[in-house]
């Protein structure tokens, strides 16, 4: 199984740009198409599409939203952070069959 | 607009089976995949498995001797049966558009289901 890793907590201020990491276990890129996905999910909430295959938008998400990265490494970044992104963001990899999400990263205002 | 909903019962016996029905509006079942996706109470994510438009399925290994997933395409909706559930099988159960079997972009809102006698 490819294992997602990231981290537990991130603290950020209002305005400031948010990072948010995930590393996976082997490479989940065929080619140039990078099948890693990020969702955000609020408490009481279904988790919501932001990113997918890495780098592309989903309908309806703010453009302070963007996602990055290949092979193993991948990013998302919150620029400018608001206060309704406090929530947690999840990434997914569909490189296998048997997907899996990473345990997820929480966004914390400072 | 694509809408999801799950239901089902939220307190399942032991050794008994889990069933859930996942209803969907504004979207045909019979096109594009559909998955099941389950969140454990330390929030740790799981993919279940899914049911494409063509009635064939796929399944996580840890779960392929105790889950089928079929569907109802009079209804538009497709099921969930785990069997022999344990108190690990504890969690918020969702159903999902699954977009060419590669991200979920359509979430229904999630049934809790709990495990215990």
């Known amino acids: 199984d490819i294992v997602l890793t990231q981290s537990p907590v991130l603290a950020v201020s209002l305005g400031q740009r948010a990072t948010i990491s995930c590393r996976a276990s082997?490479?989940?890129?065929?080619?140039?198409?990078?099948?890693m996905h990020w969702y955000q999910q609020k408490p009481g909430q279904q988790p919501k599409l932001l990113i997918y295959?890495?780098?592309n938008l989903a309908s309806g998400i703010p453009a302070r939203f963007s996602g990055s990265g290949s092979g193993t490494d991948f990013t998302l970044t919150i620029d400018p952070v608001q206060a309704d992104d406090i929530a947690a963001y999840y990434c997914?990899?569909?490189?296998?069959?048997?997907?899996?999400f990473g345990a997820g990263t929480k966004l914390e205002l400072k | 607009e694509v809408q999801l909903q799950e239901s089902g019962p939220g307190l399942v016996k032991p050794s008994q089976s889990l069933s859930l029905t996942c209803s969907v509006t504004?979207?045909?079942?019979?096109?594009?995949?559909w998955g099941w996706i389950r969140k454990f109470p330390g929030n740790k994510m799981e993919w279940m498995g899914y049911?494409?438009?063509?009635?064939?399925?796929s399944y996580n290994p840890s779960l392929k001797s105790r889950i089928s997933i079929t569907r109802d395409t009079s209804k538009n909706q497709f099921f969930l049966q785990l069997n022999s559930v344990t108190t690990e099988d504890t969690a918020t159960y969702y159903c999902?558009?699954?977009?060419?079997?590669?991200?979920?972009?359509?979430w229904g809102q999630g049934v809790m289901v709990t495990v215990s006698s």
């Open positions: 049911i494409s438009y063509s009635g064939s399925t």
């Open positions: 997914q990899q569909s490189r296998e069959s048997l997907n899996t």
């Open positions: 999902a558009r699954y977009r060419s079997a590669d991200y979920f972009d359509y």
């Open positions: 082997q490479s989940v890129s065929i080619s140039s198409i990078n099948l």
């Open positions: 504004g979207y045909s079942i019979t096109s594009n995949y």
């Open positions: 295959r890495a780098s």
